[in-house]
């Protein structure tokens, strides 16, 4: 990737990001995104920690995947890569708590693949640099990584859904309007997301490297 390209692509993966986290600077529940349970008193302090950390994990693994960075810099690459890991452990954590109450199950089930695909990965690669099989270890934490961009992925192709939604449905709104519509939309749009993500990473990034092998 040359060195443009990999500014357009974090530029991106920032301004998204910055996004999301914004209503929730404020600390007014009000502001969430995210549909509160009022049977959990403690549900928007999780969901705030658990965006907090996995915004840390977003921002910690940038760079960690950059020959360049990693050969100048291995002191820098291990402390950032123990603040990832550690992130990570945490918001895939509270990550399994908000899932107890998410009402919709999709969103449920969409949350708690996530979470615990995110755990295993990030572990297996923390296990991997641990013993020193180090090639193992890039591999995993590439995969770790791909998930912990699916929030940013799962965003960026709504505006793709909305066209397929449409086109599917012959381009009228259902009953409930534009709401429901995107209802129906953030119901599957991480699926997609953790599927795109998966993809572009064993089929681009990864086969090569195991071919080489």
């Not at 977003?58 to 550690?86: C, K, M, N």
């Not at 949350?111 to 640099?129: C, P």
């Not at 090639?135 to 995993?140: N, T, V």
């Not at 929030?151 to 409930?176: N, Q, W």
């Amino acid at each position: 990737m040359s060195k443009k390209l990999a500014i357009f692509v974090i530029c991106i993966i920032l301004g998204v990001a910055i996004a999301a986290v914004f209503p929730y600077v404020t600390l007014n529940p009000a502001n969430s995104r995210v549909e509160l349970n009022e049977n959990f008193p403690f549900f928007y302090t999780v969901l705030v920690l658990h965006i907090g950390t996995a915004l840390l994990a977003l921002v910690s693994g940038l760079f960690q995947f950059s020959d360049r960075f990693r050969t100048r810099f291995p002191a820098r690459h291990r402390v950032l890569g123990r603040i990832y890991v550690v992130s990570v452990m945490v918001s895939g954590c509270l990550g399994l708590v908000i899932t107890v109450y998410i009402d919709n199950f999709t969103k449920a089930m969409a949350f708690l693949t996530l979470s615990l695909l995110w755990l295993f990965t990030s572990w297996k690669g923390f296990r991997y640099a641990v013993s020193k099989q180090f090639s193992e270890h890039r591999i995993w934490m590439i995969r770790s990584y791909a998930i912990t961009l699916v929030a940013t992925s799962a965003r960026l192709i709504v505006p793709l859904c909305i066209l397929l939604y449409a086109a599917m449905r012959g381009f009228h709104l259902p009953e409930g309007g534009t709401r429901q519509m995107i209802a129906d939309i953030l119901e599957v749009n991480i699926w997609i997301g953790l599927l795109i993500n998966f993809c572009l990473v064993e089929w681009v990034l990864l086969k090569p490297r195991k071919a080489q092998k």
